[in-house]
């Protein structure tokens, strides 16, 4: 299995620009996760899907960013406009149900500095 | 152990040696408690976890302890190799949700 696949590896943008960064779950994973990590801050996590569907999102900073899943294999999430405080590490995670099994398998993550 | 703010708390160790890795959790409730590995670069890799109706587990080269007395959580990692170097990360889950309290980390740095 190819884990989790995100990209771009590296985003350099400037303010006010969009940003879109991309994750594919490994297979028969049921559970997506989006996490971004700062040296102030540590992992948050910002929201996660069960099943292509939201549960939580509370932990989505502004209405500045917003995550979707149109099917099992793909998810995304957008931050328009970037503000320079968003540069930090973006990382998806992706677990499966089974089994009572909580298990997170992380991606490699997105870089995105904001200039 | 865990602490907050810019700068994780750091262990170093001898190659050979084993090392211990301490977490103080926060919530009593909770029932799942699991440690990733971090290394530079790479996102987390899990390591080991375990459920509060055990207090011990093993894996390779591996330990972890579960003190739910002082809510407090260890891994072991003996004979620590060069390879062994990273962020070491617990988090637990208390609710019947997917939504895991990390701590900020401890560094381990592994001198040859």
């Known amino acids: 299995d190819a884990g989790v696949i995100q990209s771009p590896r590296h985003e350099v943008t400037e303010m006010g620009q969009e940003v879109t960064l991309r994750c594919k779950p490994i297979s028969g994973h049921d559970y997506l996760f989006w996490y971004r990590q700062t040296m102030m801050r540590g992992l948050e996590l910002l929201i996660y899907?069960?099943?292509?569907?939201?549960?939580?999102d509370s932990g989505m900073p502004e209405d500045r960013f917003s995550a979707k899943m149109p099917n099992a294999s793909f998810s995304t999430l957008k931050i328009q406009p970037s503000e320079p405080r968003d540069s930090a590490v973006y990382f998806c995670?992706?677990?499966?149900?089974?089994?009572?099994?909580?298990?997170?398998?992380f991606g490699s993550g997105t870089q995105l500095s904001v200039l | 152990g865990e602490s907050v703010g810019l700068h994780l708390p750091t262990l170093s160790v001898q190659e050979g040696d084993n090392s211990i890795i301490n977490c103080a959790y926060s919530n009593s409730a909770s029932d799942y408690f699991i440690w990733y590995k971090q290394e530079s670069g790479k996102g987390p890799q899990f390591i080991i976890d375990i459920r509060s109706n055990m207090d011990k587990r093993q894996g390779q080269r591996v330990t972890v302890l579960l003190n739910k007395t002082v809510k407090h959580l260890s891994l072991q990692i003996a004979a620590t190799q060069p390879g062994d170097s990273a962020v070491y990360f617990c988090?637990?889950?208390?609710?019947?949700?997917?939504?895991?309290?990390w701590g900020l980390g401890t560094s381990l740095a592994v001198n040859p």
């Open positions: 995670a992706s677990s499966r149900s089974q089994g009572g099994d909580e298990k997170l398998f």
């Open positions: 899907f069960n099943n292509n569907v939201p549960i939580d």
């Open positions: 988090a637990e889950n208390a609710g019947n949700n997917r939504k895991l309290i």
